[in-house]
């Protein structure tokens, strides 16, 4: 049960309700165009914002003071987010979104496993077993 008392739940909730929603839009979006310049017209939307928040709260000048690991990071990230969302939105485009969300959101597994073998975080029976959920249920989805 989440931790009602700390934000991340309500934070990780929004993201869940954005992420849906973003499924929905991009499938409709990617109908007429090509799923890489859907991409990148996503992205400026993305920029737009995220600068926007940071320059509204007066954030800018921090980024003068960024380690260059924690540039390096953010950037493999972002190298990362990039690849995700053209390979996803090619799948948006050229099938249902009830089956290539699911498969996307498997990404949970991957980061279960991740998290351990490269963050060190611990493992719990409870965990394996909601990842198998996870897995399972994905399966299910897509037959």
């Not at 990842?131 to 989805?141: A, K, Q, R, W, Y």
Request: include cysteine.
């Amino acid at each position: 049960m989440p931790d009602f008392e700390q934000p991340w739940w309500l934070f990780a909730l929004l993201s869940a309700l954005f992420a849906a929603l973003t499924t929905i839009f991009a499938k409709v979006g990617v109908e007429s165009i090509d799923s890489n310049l859907a991409t990148a017209i996503r992205t400026v939307v993305i920029s737009a914002i995220a600068w926007g928040i940071v320059l509204a709260r007066g954030q800018f000048q921090a980024l003068f003071s960024i380690s260059g690991k924690t540039l390096l990071f953010l950037g493999l990230s972002g190298f990362a987010t990039g690849l995700s969302w053209l390979c996803y939105f090619r799948a948006l485009q050229l099938g249902p979104a009830s089956r290539v969300a699911p498969v996307d959101k498997s990404g949970l597994v991957l980061i279960l496993l991740f998290s351990v073998l490269f963050l060190n975080e611990p493992i719990s029976w409870k965990a394996i077993g909601g990842t198998l959920l996870i897995l399972s249920g994905t399966l299910v989805l897509i037959r």
